[in-house]
């Protein structure tokens, strides 16, 4: 079990180009999350999933889209990255019952943006 | 507005002491609330998770309270190792159709041998 994996893992993007991060999980689980976390900031939620062909924005969606075509994967992408998206991108999932949402996170990925 | 607060500042403490971290929320009315650890360039890990009608929940040298009245959630690590120094995230469920999760800014904890 991978578990959560992330790629890539760094990134240093020229402001206005275009990048996409991958997320995958091999847990089944329904519901997937991306997330930015700032310093000071603790972890703010872009955009969610809660199933295969589902998205929905959370806190701060502007400046990325998403996609979630496949259950196990999760699409986070940047069309113009500005130098206020330079952060550490979380990707993370669970079961997302109502019993229990434990989120299991994967690695992340520091991208800076110039 | 909604907020979620836990202390900005880092928490000192001697090894075999408790370390108590709290979590204050306002405008909220989660239907859990969930502490994380995280580790400096690692994602978070789940810890301990507490439901809205139950007060206290332990896990082996972890204790968590969870107080809806005064919107208030304490988090206890008993006789504390160098070992548990790392940033701890309280996070708030929110019944949204399905659920979201809030997370708060973290409080650094630095146990001294």
């Known amino acids: 079990n991978a578990g959560v994996t992330q790629t890539p893992k760094f990134r240093v993007l020229k402001t206005g180009q275009s990048m996409t991060l991958l997320c995958a999980q091999d847990?089944?689980?329904?519901?997937m999350y991306w997330y930015r976390q700032d310093p000071g900031m603790g972890l703010r939620l872009i955009h969610y999933?809660?199933?295969?062909?589902?998205?929905a924005k959370g806190e701060v969606p502007d400046g990325y889209n998403v996609s979630r075509l496949k259950k196990q994967n999760f699409l986070l992408g940047l069309e113009s990255a500005a130098p206020s998206q330079t952060s550490v991108y979380f990707c993370a999932s669970s079961y997302g019952t109502i019993i229990y949402n434990e989120q299991f996170f994967g690695p992340g990925t520091r991208l800076t943006v110039l | 507005s909604q907020k979620i607060e836990q202390n900005s500042e880092a928490l000192n403490i001697q090894e075999g002491k408790t370390a108590t971290l709290t979590c204050n929320y306002t405008n909220y009315s989660p239907a859990y609330l969930q502490w994380y650890r995280q580790d400096p360039g690692r994602g978070p890990v789940f810890l301990l998770l507490?439901?809205?009608?139950?007060k206290e929940k332990r896990k082996e040298r972890l204790k968590v309270t969870f107080d809806t009245t005064l919107k208030q959630s304490l988090f206890h690590i008993t006789a504390s190792q160098p070992a548990d120094s790392a940033t701890y995230l309280c996070a708030l469920d929110i019944r949204t159709g399905g659920f979201k999760t809030i997370f708060g800014a973290g409080t650094r904890l630095f146990v001294k041998a």
């Open positions: 507490i439901r809205e009608n139950e």
């Open positions: 847990m089944n689980h329904e519901y």
């Open positions: 999933s809660v199933g295969e062909g589902t998205t």
